[in-house]
């Protein structure tokens, strides 16, 4: 049997349409970190409850809150869900197996790891191949889904702070402000320094920067 979810439905539509056919507890998760050319990936699976109490004030897609609402929400969802976890893929993992595989990977260990098994699960963009329970891929999922919105909520919060940390280790990079993504303040510092072991150096930027690095060694060496 189909299940329709009307576009004016509100961000609680998919959740809801899907408990009305039996489906039910559902998972969300979301990633952060995919574009970003420092730091981890960071995979979130959020299951809130039925009804009201599952309802977090001010719930959005976390790109669309500010820091400081997405600590609010992030305090709200973690009180409120039957079930959250965070997935931490470090940046040589990322480098040695591929951004989609580290991503969809990350799905399925944040979902598995859950405390309450889901019924059903969905994910933001793509679908996530061999899970026990059926699913579906939401396009912008994160702000048309509730548990996909905690998901992403979950994942941004987890690791901004763990960018926040590793600006103490590696405050050259400025990581506390611009979270590892690719900015003019960052680039000024990979080609000042040269990427350090958080960086992702599969990425064509980093590579740059450790070419260029180079052949400013080379050069100096061979004026000398």
């Known amino acids: 049997m189909g299940t329709t979810v009307r576009r004016d439905a509100g961000i609680y539509g998919y959740e809801r349409a899907l408990a009305r056919r039996g489906l039910w507890p559902v998972a969300g998760a979301d990633e952060a970190g995919r574009g970003a050319c ?111 919105a905690a998901a992403s909520v979950v994942a941004k919060v987890t690791r901004d702070r763990i960018m926040v940390d590793l600006h103490q280790r590696w405050p050259s990079y400025a990581f506390d402000e611009h979270k590892g993504y690719v900015t003019p303040e960052h680039q000024a510092a990979l080609r000042e320094h040269g990427p350090c072991p958080e960086h992702r150096f599969s990425y064509v930027n980093v590579k740059g920067s450790i070419i260029r690095e180079t052949a400013v060694d080379e050069e100096w060496e061979y004026a000398g």
């Not at 470090?90 to 019924?119: F, I, K, Y």
């Not at 329970?133 to 939401?138: E, I, K, N, Q």
């Open 38 to 148: 420092a730091g981890p990936l960071v995979v979130g699976a959020v299951v809130l409850p039925e009804g009201k109490r599952g309802q977090v004030p001010g719930l959005a897609d976390s790109k669309l809150l500010t820091p400081a609402a997405r600590e609010r929400v992030y305090a709200q969802v973690v009180k409120r869900a039957l079930a959250w976890t965070a997935v931490v893929i470090p940046p040589g993992e990322v480098d040695r197996l591929g951004l989609h595989v580290c991503n969809v990977m990350g799905m399925r260990r944040a979902l598995a790891q859950l405390s309450v098994t889901p019924a059903y699960v969905l994910t933001d963009g793509f679908p996530v191949p061999g899970l026990d329970v059926p699913g579906l891929a939401v396009w912008k999922g994160d702000r048309v889904a509730a548990c996909i």
